[in-house]
């Protein structure tokens, strides 16, 4: 089964940082634009970040642009979420999807409707 498998969330404080993986399992990242999405209690699935199959174009949404940092390593199947300064309003579950191919223009808002091989995702849980 091809999918994504999410790791790294957990319990941070407002201001605290975590590092989010999500792992390719059954397919290879590369030729793939890359979406981070989030889910929070009660509201809809959003686009956080997206970046393209080759690296060069990140794109993020508004309110976590200058706080999050997505990246990707091919060699080793997984993309990642630097993020800092948590906020409350950061509560959710993060998830990762492939989100397009080569041409694929990322966009941080990207639509939860482009996603493919959705896993479990990770919980991330922002209190004192």
């Known amino acids: 089964q091809s999918q994504f498998v999410e790791s790294g969330g957990g319990l941070v404080q407002p201001g605290g940082s975590l590092r989010l993986s999500c792992a390719a399992s059954?397919?290879?990242?590369?030729?793939?634009?890359i979406g981070w999405f989030r889910q929070a209690p009660g509201k809809g699935r959003e686009g956080v970040s997206c970046i393209s199959n080759d690296g060069n174009s990140i794109a993020y949404t508004d309110s976590v642009h200058g706080r999050f940092t997505m990246s990707r390593d091919d060699a080793k199947n997984t993309v990642y979420l630097q993020m800092n300064s948590l906020k409350p309003e950061d509560t959710a579950i993060y998830y990762c999807a492939a989100v397009g191919g080569a041409y694929y223009e990322c966009s941080g808002d990207v639509s939860p409707n482009r996603g493919h091989h959705w896993g479990q995702g990770t919980q991330v849980t922002v209190s004192s």
């Open positions: 059954g397919f290879t990242l590369d030729g793939f634009a």
